[in-house]
């Protein structure tokens, strides 16, 4: 098949508008499982329309246009990625996959000229070896996006995720880029960290209360402490991360800029710090205070350097608020008796000291949660492929 000739901008563009930045076009927002409402509701209150929206496990899909694409990847805490949706059909052999992938216009989705990574899931279907489906489906769009218009800026590397089920094909475009857990805050690895939309999911899940203290009094590299410093300052967590749809021939700075100036109008200034973050290793409070500082924080989170035990509620002031605890477990903490010891003396201070205060503690197993000295509601975690369980009760 000859490779299409270009055509002039100005009509590439117009195409562009109509099929893809004006269009209501089906996305699928990926989110962590057991917590899909709390990312229905941010969607919702972005202004998603919810009248076609559908929770699965371990997402939601919904509709919108390219701008709420936009919005949705600078503004959502729970997500991991927002899937554009391209085409589906049905197909049990490659010469049917290359004839009607052959026919989506991948130029209007794709940068000029450049090839997208291929992820392939194929399940009861006759079509099932995915390098085989990879290498048709690229042979398909490279002779679409060759010789077209596209950006001048360097193309990101764009990913099509591919699911495949009793022979119905479902094809999608990745539109984040690296996970949204990337916030672009960070700098250097942390020992077993918590990602971020977890973070927040957790948060939101124990009723978080932007007014009232936060304590992290095991905070590592402070995962709970700059995710609650965002709410608390209302700022959009991909404010300082770039996005895969940055490569999109769809994308316009000037609409970008916008909605980041949109987003910067609501950022608050806090008059002292209420989430206090503490830590017995000195450097780990080093490297956080150091991210606090560099990310506009410091108004939000103080960064204390203290041993978990010495920590009390009469420290930190004002009315009872939360205490988020991700403890170390597994080889992280040694056997599975000092594990249990750890977590026995954790919730003993938290009695002793905390009297009032909520309280979400992520625990290895739900058979740890038997003799809990506090009511409390469970809530199965998927964190790094463990199965753990979060905590989340008041301290009376």
Sequence with gaps: MAKKDPVDDHAFNKRVRRHVAGRVRAYYTITAPGFE????????????????????????????????????NLHLRTATRILMRIDTFSATNVRRLEKRSAEIPWELFLPSGSLPNINVRSRLSRLYHTKAISQGLLDSIDRRVSGWPGSAAPPILQTVFVRVVEDRFTLSLDSS???????????????????????????????????????DPLC??????????????RMAPGEKRNFGFMGWPAFREGQWAFLKREA???????????????????????????????NGLSDAVRVMQKDFFQCGAN?????????????PYGIRIGSAKQADD???GICRHLVKRFNGWTVALIVPGRALTRGLPFPARRLPLLHGGLKLTLIVGTIK
């Design 37 to 72: 409402d709390l990312c229905r509701r941010e969607l919702i209150g972005l202004g998603i329309d919810d009248r076609d929206m559908e929770v699965a496990t371990g997402g939601v899909t919904h509709a919108g246009r390219f701008v709420d694409c936009q919005r949705a």
């Design 177 to 215: 880029g690296n996970p949204l857990y990337k916030r672009g805050m960070k700098q250097g690895p942390a020992r077993a960290p918590i990602r971020e939309t977890l973070a927040a999911a957790i948060l939101m899940a124990a009723g978080y209360d932007p007014r009232r203290p936060l304590v």
């Design 220 to 233: 590592g590299s402070g995962t709970f402490s700059l995710e609650a410093a965002m709410m608390a300052k």
């Design 264 to 294: 910067q109008s609501h950022v608050l200034s806090l008059d002292r710090p209420i989430i206090f973050a503490s830590d017995i290793d000195a450097g780990a409070c080093g490297r956080l205070a150091a991210t606090v500082d560099g």
């Design 315 to 327: 420290q930190y002031g004002g009315d009872p608020g939360l205490v988020v605890i991700n403890p």
């Design 342 to 344: 750890l977590f026995d």
